[in-house]
């Protein structure tokens, strides 16, 4: 014998009466249908009023539009370093500019002595490895099968060492360290 949805369901509410024959919870039928009857409309239209007040809210493409390019990721790695590099010369442009005067006023000072020793040291085959001897020094001997040295230039004759002519253009850091030789 087969038994109708109805009557299945009144079987089931049997089950939650009291021994006495009244239902445990008796109006609780109608409670959550006339829950289910007040929440239903508020929760089926609130995706639509919300998406009215959302500007950017998601919007099915067309079907005439292509879809849009995904970014490649080596892309956005190249603007992530971009990004980094232009944080970091912005923190470090003034400093490297201080280093940069600083640097030209003795690159301009020592310019005429590095011409001079880059012709009297012709060729870089004419010589032996550097050495290093017991106090520090570092030699580099010219080969005997080498041709004879060019002649030494004025310049480089001329050369005086920093402590017999001080550089103005070039501050001195007072916490380095001093070792006299």
Known sequence: MRRGAAARLSGYANHLRKPHGRPIFPDMKIRALTLAAFLAPALLTA?????????????????????????DGGDLIGRGVGILMENFMRELGPGLDQLRQDMSGAFNNLSPVLKDLSVLVDDLRNYE????????????????????PPPIGEDLRNFTTPEDQPDSSVPRDPDAPEIDL
Not at 132 to 138: C, F, H, P, S, T
């Open 47 to 71: 995706p639509v009023l919300f998406a009215q007040d959302d500007p950017e809210a998601w919007q099915p493409p067309l079907q005439d539009s292509e879809p849009a390019p995904e970014e």
């Open 129 to 148: 490895p550097p050495e290093r001897l017991e106090n520090g020094d570092i030699v580099i001997r010219r080969r005997a099968d080498a041709p004879p």
